[in-house]
């Protein structure tokens, strides 16, 4: 996965490829809170939305596994 690159602001960010290889330990639910921490204290525009914007995929994908947990969790239980 390449890397997101903003014009002229010199942000790179490297989104989930970063977070699911680098920190394989880190949760999708604190990656989230990370990306929003990032937004409120950027002062560059486009990178307070790209963090923004991350921060609601890493919430998707969290809210996504805590769903098939739950489910996997009824399966068993019957």
Do not use: W
Not at 14 to 39: D, I, K, N, T
Request: one cysteine or more.
């Amino acid at each position: 996965m390449e890397p997101e690159r903003f014009p002229g602001s010199g942000v790179i960010i490297f989104g989930q490829a970063f977070g699911a290889l680098a920190m394989p330990e880190v949760s999708y639910r604190s990656l989230e809170q990370s990306c929003l921490r990032q937004a409120s204290i950027t002062s560059d525009p486009e990178a307070r939305k790209a963090l923004a914007e991350m921060a609601r995929k890493y919430r998707d994908m969290a809210d996504h596994e805590e769903r098939q947990q739950k489910s996997k969790g009824v399966e068993t239980a019957n």
